[in-house]
């Protein structure tokens, strides 16, 4: 169809007149109308489940709760057993972390006889320890530091 060149004008007039007008609504509206994303502005995103400590048993298998600091966790199976802990992951755990035979704490990670226990041996992140070297070399331990779900910061490291 061919259209005159007085309508072509109009229609590229029109256009413009709508585009202003909207610009305009954009910058007199408040500032405050609508919160930025990421903000916080926005309602509340509630914490699943009940408030769990990592690593502990549970018996609500597949269900998901919430550490102090407001991580999501899941109700994981150990491979070979019948226990299910508290895991920052929905797949069955390799070990129970309640077996270690060793414990951590602000020193660093330790067996019975007081001698460190090397990083290639320890459970990491995963058990609420300090990073493994893996942990770092991979980006796991900056990705979840950052406040990333951990099964996310796994989907990235593949």
């Known amino acids: 169809m061919i259209r005159s060149k007085r309508f072509r004008s109009t229609g590229r007039c029109a256009v413009g007149f709508v585009s202003a007008a909207a610009a305009t609504i954009l910058m007199v ?24 400590e990592l690593n502990a048993y549970c018996d609500d298998h597949g269900g998901s709760a919430h550490l102090a600091n ?16 508290w ?18 704490d602000d020193n660093g990670c ?5 001698s460190a226990v090397p ?3 320890r459970c990491g992140i995963l058990c609420g320890e300090p990073p493994t070297s ?22 990235r490291m593949r």
């Open 29 to 52: 509206a408040p500032a405050g109308a609508v919160p930025a994303p990421g903000s916080g502005s926005g309602s509340p995103t509630a914490a699943p489940g009940p408030e769990v």
């Open 70 to 85: 407001g991580r999501t966790v899941y109700c994981t199976q150990v491979e070979g057993t019948d226990a299910y802990v």
């Open 87 to 104: 895991s920052y992951s929905r797949g069955p755990l390799n070990h129970d972390p309640n077996t270690r035979g060793y414990t951590c």
């Open 110 to 114: 330790h067996f019975p006889d007081g």
């Open 119 to 121: 990083g290639y041996q």
């Open 134 to 155: 893996g942990d770092i070399q991979s980006g796991l331990a900056d990705c979840f530091n950052a406040g990333t779900p951990f099964e996310e910061c796994e989907r």
